[in-house]
């Protein structure tokens, strides 16, 4: 199983909570914890993240004058008023603000059609995030759609990494962007040391990782495997992912011991991973996550998508990775058009990133993602 993208999310820190402009104190949170609108024209259960909402409705809603319903942390407040009908045709903003008035959020609602998929991804365009400090910043990803507004956001472990990073520029976390692509600019993924805290809690480094996806920040303390959700919605049938990658491995491979040290392996090259998985959501499974994103015992899992040789390469390689159909599975249709798939592309800088083995100074850059279906 090839959950990299969990390399650092399980760092312990007090200071994890739900990030507001300022650092939270008692009785000052501004989140939203819930959100509520008609179940009649969902598609699936409504995804929260740290700053945004996203809600999946079925094809044929009418996206102008929907109002959903937030439930908020105790005491806050939000504007415009919970319940306030808006136009859904584009994203809308939200801000929340804690009972002592002292803190602030923005969130950015998302309401999307089922079908509303991209099948190309580039990594042309990035927002930068300020770390809970202010001091420093790091690159999130999403992809613009053909009428301009943003159809995607990727998800990272950037947010985590800002714990022991938090005055770092860009390029000096796990995941950023690179000017030099293939085509345009592209994604670079490096693993990263994470200094004297990580080796304090046995958790030493950091792989690079992208993935289709959110994460849950408040829950990656408790429950660390179970933070990160993949998927998003998916109405094709999948045949191959394609793309071009370059990749070199860090100097030393090293491996986590029981100690909580890194040891050397000599002769051992470290590993890049590609791999996208189409699963059918469900009622008990409405995405996948680190416990089981690759579970060969996993009843939702349709099809798979691993790149077999993940070897160096110092120039451009393009590759082409089949779906693979675990045995007995196949698609219902029905299901397909009722939006009951879904499907998420992972990379990583470290193929072992989530056992916190790998080498450090491992880079993976990958552009020109393309999801070819029938």
Known sequence: MRQ????????PAITLQTACIREEALN????????????????????????????????GIDLDGLAPVFTLTPGATISPESGT????????????????????????????????????????????????SGEGSYDVFYKVGADGTVSLTWASANQAFALTNSEGTPDTFPTYQFDDGKT????????????????????????????????DMTS??????K???????????????????????????????????????????????????????????????GTNVMAEDNPNIIAVAEIPNPVPAEEWEDFMIPFTYREGKTIDPDKLKAGHYSITIVMSSSK????????VGSTLYVDDLHLNCK
């Open 85 to 132: 009908p808006r136009d859904f045709n584009t994203p809308q903003q939200y801000t929340v603000t804690s009972e002592d008035k002292e803190w602030s959020k923005t969130y950015t609602v998302d309401i999307q059609h089922t079908n509303a998929v991209v099948l190309n991804y580039d990594f042309d365009h990035v927002r930068q995030v300020p770390t809970q």
């Open 28 to 59: 000052a949170e501004c989140d939203i914890v819930a959100v509520q609108i008609s179940q009649d024209i969902l598609s699936r259960s409504p995804i929260i993240s740290n700053n945004e909402v996203t809600i999946i409705v079925k094809d």
């Open 352 to 359: 072992d990133g989530d056992f916190f083995s790998g080498a």
């Open 227 to 289: 933070a990160t959700h993949f998927g998003i919605p998916f109405m094709s049938e999948p045949v191959s992912l394609t793309g071009s990658y370059r990749y070199t491995p860090g100097p030393e491979y090293c491996k986590l011991g029981d100690d909580g040290k890194l040891t050397p392996v000599p002769g051992k090259i470290d590993e890049f991973n590609i791999y996208a998985v189409f699963f059918e959501v469900t009622p008990e499974m409405q995405w996948l996550d």
């Open 4 to 11: 990299s993208i969990l390399a650092f999310l399980i760092l």
């Open 220 to 225: 990656a303390l408790a429950q660390p495997l």
């Open 184 to 215: 345009g600019k592209c994604v670079a993924l490096t693993t990263r040391s994470t200094g004297a805290f990580g080796l304090m809690v046995k958790k030493p480094i950091a792989a690079g990782n992208l993935f289709l996806g959110e994460f």
